[in-house]
Nanobody, 120 residues
Framework: QVQLVESGGGLVQPGESLRLSCAVS????????MGWYRQAPGKERDLVAA???????NYADSVKDRFTISRDNAKNAVYLQMNSLKIEDTAVYYC??????????????WGQGTQVTVSS
């Protein structure tokens, strides 16, 4: 089993910054992607940023140049540095790991979510 524990959410004002952390534990045979998604009230869960095996990084257009995703392999952790936060960034943020087991089956594992609220 793979477990993901997020931290770092909170209430900030527009223009401020937050850093989300996600600690990953458990057995992963082959990692495909590590990333962050978010879900605002009444909306679908959308990709924010992801690191793909091999190092390529994808960002949602709405967060490019403001958010930075990074990974610490030694700590099995993934981070999301969020700068210049906007009210529309308010959402529950979820850490995600997509991986394969030894039989080639793909799994998506999720953290419990951390609330980010941007309000003046």
């Amino acid at each position: 089993q793979v477990q993901l524990v997020e931290s770092g959410g909170g209430l900030v004002q527009p223009g401020e910054s937050l850093r989300l952390s996600c600690a990953v534990s458990g057995n992963i045979f082959r990692l495909l992607t590590m990333g962050w998604y978010r879900q605002a009230p009444g909306k679908e869960r959308d990709l924010v940023a992801a690191i793909i095996s091999g190092g390529r990084i994808n960002y949602a257009d709405s967060v490019k140049d403001r958010f930075t995703i990074s990974r610490d392999n030694a700590k099995n952790a993934v981070y999301l540095q969020m700068n210049s936060l906007k009210i529309e960034d308010t959402a529950v943020y979820y850490c995600n790991v997509r991986h394969l087991d030894g039989l080639g089956r793909a799994f998506d594992d999720w953290g419990q979510g951390t609330q980010v609220t941007v309000s003046s």
